[in-house]
């Protein structure tokens, strides 16, 4: 089992940017893939990015492509994502997950989860 943990989050104003963590845990060394997920109030869980653990094949919604970029480092087994240009509906919690299916945008084929980080964007 991975264990998952979030941070990163917080306030920021429409325009600004921020950068999500992940950090990783546990069975590490079984992990294929860790995406971004995020969920607004009301809305279901809604895919963001995924990135492969141990390569740079990465995938992302259509439509948050360009603003949001996943990497990782694998000596600090953490995932990260940078948003930019952030809009007040991107206002969520943000969670990371590992899945070994790729390129699915489905949340269930990811496996692990983390808690969440809360994103928040005024307007």
């Known amino acids: 089992q991975v264990q998952l943990v979030e941070s990163g989050g917080g306030l920021v104003q429409a325009g600004g940017s921020l950068r999500l963590s992940c950090a990783a845990s546990?069975?590490?060394?079984?992990?294929?893939?860790m995406g971004w997920f995020r969920q607004a109030p009301g809305k279901e869980r809604e895919f963001v990015a995924a990135?492969?653990?141990?390569?740079?094949?990465?995938w992302y919604a259509d439509s948050l492509k360009g603003r949001f970029t996943i990497s990782r480092d694998n000596a600090k087994n953490s995932v990260y994502l940078q948003m930019d240009s952030l809009k007040p509906e991107d206002t969520a919690v943000y969670y990371c997950a590992t899945t070994r299916v790729w390129g699915t945008h489905q949340a269930a084929d990811f496996d692990s989860w983390g808690q969440g980080t809360q994103v928040t964007v005024s307007s």
């Open positions: 546990g069975r590490t060394g079984s992990t294929y893939f």
């Open positions: 990135i492969m653990w141990s390569g740079r094949n990465t």
